[in-house]
């Protein structure tokens, strides 16, 4: 079962429809493949996926994102060696640690990130963390 997360805010009276954009950094091809199709399911525009830590800093210089879905043990700088490299450079970059092991969550919310997912949740638990985390996003912007 698919969740309808709305992304959806009014601004002056008229909708505004902003598009999240969400880079995924994952080793492991087929997650990203499934990551990419909820989101894109959800009208949630994937900005674009690499598979290491080199190649996610080397994207950042060139591009952005809203939101980062990363898995927390990512080649190269695992999670709680990039996290504190990203906030420093991007502090708006919202953080998502993945990991198949949930006992991995107190150590990546410790890190620094903003939420924990494990790979095995459903899919509606991701997609509901990520409706919570625009919202809050887009809630600042307006203040």
Same mark, same amino acid.
């Given at each position: ?63 952005? &994102? ?17 996290? $504190? ?5 991007? $502090? ?20 620094? &990130? ?7 949740? $459903? $899919? ?6 990520? &409706?919570? &985390? ?10």
């Amino acid at each position: 079962m698919m969740v309808d997360v709305s992304f959806k805010r009014f601004a002056g009276g008229r909708g505004v429809r902003p598009k999240m954009r969400v880079l995924i950094a994952d080793d492991q091809p087929s997650v990203r493949s499934a990551l990419k199709l909820v989101l894109e399911q959800q009208g949630i525009d994937v900005a674009g996926d690499v598979s290491d830590s080199r190649e996610l800093l080397a994207w950042f210089k060139t591009n952005q &994102a809203d939101l980062l879905l990363l898995d927390w043990e990512l080649p190269g700088q695992q999670g709680k060696k990039i996290i $504190p490299i990203l906030r420093a450079r991007y $502090p708006g970059l919202t953080v998502i640690a993945l990991n198949s092991r949930q006992q991995t969550r107190t150590e990546a919310l410790s890190a620094g &990130a903003d939420g924990f997912v494990s790979k095995g949740d $459903p $899919p509606e638990y991701l997609l509901s963390l990520l &409706a919570t &985390a625009w919202g809050a996003e887009r809630q600042n912007h307006l203040i």
